[in-house]
């Protein structure tokens, strides 16, 4: 399928575009509200400034494709591959994201706040300045993540590895670390007011204040 058959299907008011294959191609700007694009290959594609809030794209391949600014609002990303991509200044409130692999992706100041990222790997991932309030990251992998300035006041950490990640100057006010790993991280002027962190591990985790955690 074509970009420009896929938007004059969706503009006659067809929705459903499971498994089509769009690898590279260009949809800048493209509105695709509520469409069903599962189990698509959308590898490279240039979503850049996309309407795809509402969207359902479950087990969709959009590994190193760009979503810079993109509205993915509420949107249905369930085991999406995003490995590589360009999320950055994104809309993905209360997007669903759980086992979702966003490992190595750019999320400066996205827009995760309400997201559901339970067990999705966040490796590596970029997440300066990126608005987390309220995200449940229950058993996701932040492993050596950059969350440096991201806000994650009342976020669910629980169980997450935050291991080696850069947590400097986030805010993480009453946020849920409990049983959380976060050997090595760096929390210097880090919020953690009200944050509940009952059995996290905390073996090599330099403190809000600049002193290592033994």
Partial sequence: MTPEELIERYEAGERDFKNVNLRGASLIGVNLRGANLSYSDLCEADLSNGILNEAILNQ??????????A???????????????NLSQAYLYSAELSEANLSKANLTEANLSWAQLWEASLARANLRGAN??????????LYQANLNQANLTEANLHLADLSEANLIGANLTNARLK????SKANLTGTSLEGADLEKAVLEGTIMPDG???E
């Fill in 132 to 141: 987390l309030n309220k995200a449940n990251m229950e058993s996701a992998i």
């Fill in 211 to 213: 002193t290592m955690h």
């Fill in 60 to 69: 969709t391949r959009l590994a190193g494709a760009n979503l810079r600014q």
């Fill in 71 to 85: 509205d993915l609002g509420r949107a249905f990303l369930y085991v999406v591959d995003l490995t590589e991509a």
């Fill in 179 to 182: 049983r959380a790993t976060l």
